[in-house]
């Protein structure tokens, strides 16, 4: 069974307009209007025309690259933080920013050299710790991302986005207690936060705590009743403790839900196979062939194993051979063994 992880995602956070030297001139204020109004196109017509009036303009080209990079246009952005930095290093956000466009584009040792820079530059800037901790989560450096969100949490103890984030890096090193504290902070404030006890679950999924995670899918569950993850996730967790009627009642009652869904189908008959119940088995797996399940192969081995069970031979031949010729060659074993 496969375990669903829950994938926490940290927004980056922007910078906001910096001061142009002097006066702004009218371009560039419609400009900043119009970005922060995340009307991001408008604004880079208004950048053009202040580049166009001044080629030099370095805030201008940083201020573009920003919209750029807000509308995911990351390489085109690059280019702008690239000019806005060689008119004028100082401009420390673009390096900022460009960290973000090279991190989203996976240059990822550009991307810590920019921040790591930032960092040196404006150390009372928080934020770029947090980036920096993401940013060695996708290089799965996993002691150097908890390093970076332990010491941004010396200064942001309450923020419970970046204490789930550092939840999953501790699970990710195996750290269970550690893990679980973390998100037993992050419930103080709501205990009924459903996200929070699908992380706990998982992560003592994950582990192959499956009693544990049964206990928090079902809280969600309490609250719940209909949530499909937590009942998909307990009825998981069920089949790897071999709890199978369990398993099989959860299963049941997503496939009432959901009756097009083959892969509640293909659970059902693997447990009842483990059960030797294999009319139940062929049955279930003949549910989940017609509505398309996608692993044929591995369906089609598993329902000629409960047709030999009953002796059946001449359909589990067929559904082995039939394994052997999509390329699941774990059929070949059964082929060999029982048909001639």
């Given at each position: 069974?496969?375990?669903?992880?829950?994938?926490?995602?940290?927004?980056?956070?922007?910078?906001?307009?910096?001061?142009?030297?002097?006066?702004?001139?009218s371009c560039m204020s419609k400009g900043i209007a119009l970005s922060q109004q995340k009307n991001y196109k408008n604004a880079i017509l208004e950048f053009d025309n202040c580049i166009s009036q001044k080629s030099n303009y370095a805030e201008a080209y940083f201020q573009r690259g920003t919209c750029y990079l807000l509308l995911n246009k990351h390489n085109i952005a690059l280019?702008?933080?690239?000019?806005?930095?060689?008119?004028d290093s100082s401009l420390y956000e673009a390096y900022y920013n460009r960290a973000l466009a090279?991190?989203?584009?996976?240059?990822?040792?550009?991307s810590e050299a920019d921040f790591l820079l930032y960092k040196s530059r404006v150390p009372s800037d928080h934020r770029v710790l947090s980036s920096l901790a993401l940013l060695m989560e996708d290089m799965q450096e996993y002691p150097s991302a908890l390093k970076y969100y332990t010491e941004y949490l010396k200064f942001h103890p309450n923020d419970f986005e970046t204490l789930k984030s550092?939840?999953?890096?501790?699970?990710?090193?195996?750290?269970?207690?550690?893990?679980?504290?973390?998100?037993?902070?992050?419930?103080?404030?709501?205990?009924?936060?459903?996200?929070?006890?699908?992380?706990?679950g998982n992560i003592y999924y994950d582990a192959q705590r499956f009693s544990e995670a049964i206990d928090a899918y079902n809280v969600?569950?309490?609250l719940y009743p209909d949530n499909k993850a937590a009942l998909y996730n307990r009825a998981d967790a069920y089949t790897s403790l071999k709890r199978y009627d369990?398993?099989?009642?959860?299963?049941?009652?997503?496939?009432?839900?959901?009756?097009?869904?083959?892969?509640?189908?293909?659970?059902?008959?693997?447990?009842?196979?483990?059960?030797?119940?294999?009319?139940?088995?062929?049955?279930?797996?003949?549910?989940?062939?017609?509505?398309?399940?996608?692993?044929?192969?591995?369906?089609?081995?598993?329902?000629g194993v409960a047709y030999n069970n009953l002796k059946?031979?001449?359909?589990?031949?067929?559904?082995?051979q039939k394994a052997v010729e999509l390329g699941y060659k774990e059929a070949q074993k059964y082929r060999s063994d029982f048909c001639k």
């Open positions: 069974m496969r375990f669903k992880l829950l994938v926490l995602v940290i927004s980056f956070c922007i910078l906001g307009p910096v001061s142009a030297s002097g006066k702004l001139d280019v702008d933080f690239n000019q806005a930095l060689r008119l090279e991190h989203a584009i996976k240059n990822y040792t550009f550092r939840a999953m890096v501790y699970a990710e090193m195996n750290s269970i207690e550690l893990a679980i504290a973390d998100l037993d902070i992050c419930l103080r404030p709501d205990a009924n936060d459903t996200a929070i006890w699908m992380s706990k969600i569950l309490l369990e398993a099989i009642r959860d299963y049941q009652y997503l496939s009432s839900k959901d009756k097009y869904n083959s892969e509640y189908y293909f659970n059902i008959g693997f447990c009842y196979l483990q059960q030797a119940k294999n009319q139940e088995a062929i049955l279930s797996f003949g549910k989940a062939l017609d509505t398309d399940y996608t692993n044929l192969g591995l369906l089609l081995m598993l329902r059946l031979q001449a359909e589990a031949c067929s559904d082995w």
